[in-house]
């Protein structure tokens, strides 16, 4: 499966972004998505993730409220909406799934993801 992020940009502090995650060649159905981020000098990070049907999600303590995930299979498109967002939420933002066969999901954990596309920056200004 390929993956496609798109929605980064610059945005004020407080402002909102919504990111996208498109996939090609595959249905998304039988997969897990997450999303990652990556700051300068600092390792990915997982920040929000979401079971292949959508119903069970995870957001990282440090944007739960802020951030919401959600998915639309028909569309084969994955989404990350960004409210009240921070400078320290300045990063490049990665897409990555992973295949399931039930309905689970996987740790938001980098290393539990197979499939990557390539990232979408964020920049925050204050």
């Known amino acids: 499966v390929q993956l496609q992020a798109s929605g980064g940009g610059l945005v004020q502090a407080g402002g909102s972004l919504r990111l996208s995650c498109a996939a090609s060649?595959?249905?998304?159905?039988?997969?897990?998505v997450g999303w990652f981020r990556q700051a300068p000098g600092k390792e990915r990070e997982g920040v929000s993730c979401?079971?292949?049907?959508?119903?069970?999600?995870y957001h990282a303590d440090s944007v739960k409220g802020r951030f919401t995930i959600s998915r639309d299979n028909a569309k084969r498109t994955v989404f990350l909406q960004m409210n009240r967002i921070r400078p320290e939420d300045t990063a490049v933002y990665y897409c990555?799934?992973?295949?399931?066969?039930?309905?689970?999901?996987?740790?938001?954990?980098?290393?539990?993801?197979?499939?990557w596309g390539q990232g979408t920056q964020v920049t925050v200004s204050s």
């Open positions: 060649g595959y249905t998304l159905n039988n997969y897990a």
């Open positions: 979401i079971s292949r049907g959508g119903g069970l999600t």
């Open positions: 990555a799934a992973r295949r399931v066969i039930v309905t689970h999901l996987p740790d938001c954990d980098p290393d539990e993801f197979d499939y």
